[in-house]
């Protein structure tokens, strides 16, 4: 009679409203540590943990002052690497937007610990069902946050903390999200285990123990070698921040420089970071002489990066350059960052603060050609930047039959923090995720050539020229991730959140 009472009372606040907020925070400081530059990616278990024992209990208020503990100091940890050159202003604001964000969308964890235990009281419903759609809301947000507004910021999702522990071959099966909820499910079992003292009874632990075993032994998505590509990535370090003073053609000058110890090498591709150009080689013969020059030396095609402009608008524009000084592949930037490379509803923003939006003189436009290009008929999956925590560029790659991926990006603006080695890892949790070999190039590093299974094959250190010249190996057959990866993304959010409606009406019913 007690066991029953004490699944079926309202569910009382694990902790007082104190303790739940410094909860909170402590989760926050956790949570950071397990991405780069520490990387300690146990961390984000006891982080998940920490958050969810101070949700358990809470009503709306609480669990958003909850919330925005956690989500603005998370955040303000995570991104404080945009403060680097324009100051607090746009790191706070970007702390605040997406810690309120992440508020709103924690709450329906916390109506779902107080419906559902009540909804559900039987065993089953407190050890599997509970922590399953927990686990489901906590991927919600995640799509949620990755997503809205102006395209949504994508880069603090919990599976892309995993890119150096032996989980993150998991994503090869159920892509990130899938990891994502996976890691959650565990913490939330453990804890509904630990509140039932479910050890008593040892065929309770049989689900959560599987689980754990999944997460820690669950191999590589297998994935068939189609070939080599020798591929030379170029490393500049020249002056590509948005405040570096810079003499004319100086950025294709370092770019040359760093270059020429490969003439005479045997290269198949050339890849330049994004930002590689000094201007739109295709409004300046200077800049296009110079690229067909150094094709024809190296004996491959160029893969550059500039602004381009087309129609009265401007593009963030990724080109195959060829030897006879053409260029009939392009793929333009999918997201441009807002606030860094357009401002959406300018003249509300001008308003707030007219000085730093009049730095942002030129708005690109979104892509909408695809994420590849043909290099004497292998095709190589494209995301320029920030693209990289976009799965919908990174899929529509794979599934264009993509044998290799390459990134371009500049990371002259946040030299000195996380930024790069963040981008970094997420570049890795790719390769894994997608069973393909990346090419990983920036202006200014840290650049590396990255195995299917996440190794690094070399490297180039951060504010160093260089060049890397390697054959990569291509790599055929879409991986379970790539595959199911939507799918799983969309049963998820809604299954999580019609769960949550279904256990209110039975909530309310019983």
């Known amino acids: 009679m007690d066991g029953m009472t004490s699944k079926t009372a309202p569910q009382r606040a694990l902790l007082p409203l104190w303790a739940a907020v410094l909860a909170a925070g402590l989760a926050a400081l956790v949570m950071n540590l397990a991405y780069p530059e520490a990387a300690i990616w146990i961390f984000a278990f006891p982080a998940t943990a920490l958050l969810l024992l101070a949700l358990i209990g809470r009503r709306f208020g609480g669990a958003l002052l909850v919330g925005l503990v956690y989500g603005i100091l998370f955040f303000g940890l995570l991104v404080s690497w945009t403060s680097r050159y324009l100051g607090p202003i746009p790191w706070a604001a970007l702390s605040v937007v997406e810690g309120v964000l992440t508020a709103i969308a924690l709450i329906p964890i916390a109506l779902a610990y107080r419906w559902l235990p009540k909804a559900f009281p039987g065993t089953a419903g407190r050890l599997l069902g509970l922590p399953t759609v927990v686990a489901a809301l906590w991927v919600g947000r995640e799509l949620f946050v ?12 919990i599976g ?5 522990s032996p989980l993150a071959s998991v994503s090869s099966w159920v892509g990130v999200s ?4 996976l890691m959650v499910l565990v913490v939330a079992m453990l804890i509904e285990v630990v509140r039932l003292r479910a050890w008593r009874r040892p065929l309770r632990l049989i689900a959560p123990a599987a689980l754990v075993v999944v997460l820690l032994f669950t191999p590589l998505f297998p994935t068939a070698t189609s070939g080599s590509m020798r ?14 003073d810079r003499e004319p053609f100086a950025v294709i000058q370092a770019q040359t420089e760093a270059t020429a110890p490969l003439y005479g090498e045997d290269v198949d591709l050339l890849v330049w970071p994004e930002g590689s150009l000094d201007a739109d080689p295709f409004q300046s013969d200077a800049l296009a002489r110079r690229m067909t020059l150094i094709a024809n030396r190296i004996d491959a095609p160029l893969l550059a990066n500039a602004p381009t402009g087309r129609d009265d608008r401007f593009f963030n524009t990724s080109m195959l350059w060829n030897l006879d000084g053409t260029a009939r592949q392009l793929h333009d930037k999918r997201h441009p960052v807002p606030f860094g490379e357009y401002v959406p509803d300018r003249p509300f923003f001008n308003a707030l603060a007219p000085e730093l939006i009049g730095l942002i003189q030129r708005e690109y436009t979104p ?20 693209d990289v925590i976009y799965d919908d560029v990174i899929w529509q790659g794979l599934n264009a039959g993509a044998e290799v991926l390459v990134f371009q990006t500049n990371n002259a603006d946040f030299r000195g923090t996380d930024e790069n080695l963040q981008q970094l890892a997420f570049a890795r949790m790719r390769a894994i995720e997608t069973g ?7 202006t200014v590093g840290t650049s590396q050539i990255i195995r299917a299974d996440g190794s690094t094959v070399t490297s180039l250190d951060a504010d160093e020229a260089g060049a890397m010249l390697e054959d990569v190996e291509l790599r055929s057959g879409l991986t379970a991730g790539v595959v199911l990866g939507p799918w799983i993304q969309a049963v998820v959010l809604w ?7 279904l256990g209110w009406w039975r909530a309310r019913r019983r």
């Open 495 to 501: 299954g999580g959140l019609g769960a949550l409606l």
């Open 367 to 386: 892509g909408s050609n695809p994420p590849i290009v043909d290099v004497d008929g292998v095709r190589v999956g494209l995301a320029i930047c920030f």
């Open 160 to 164: 892309m903390s995993q890119a150096e």
């Open 178 to 181: 899938g990891l994502s909820f």
């Open 436 to 442: 393909r070999s990346v090419v990983n190039v920036s």
């Open 231 to 244: 591929i030379a990535a170029v490393q500049g370090n020249g002056p590509t921040g948005y405040f570096d």
């Open 146 to 157: 990755g997503s809205w507004p102006y395209g949504g910021f994508p880069w603090a999702r």
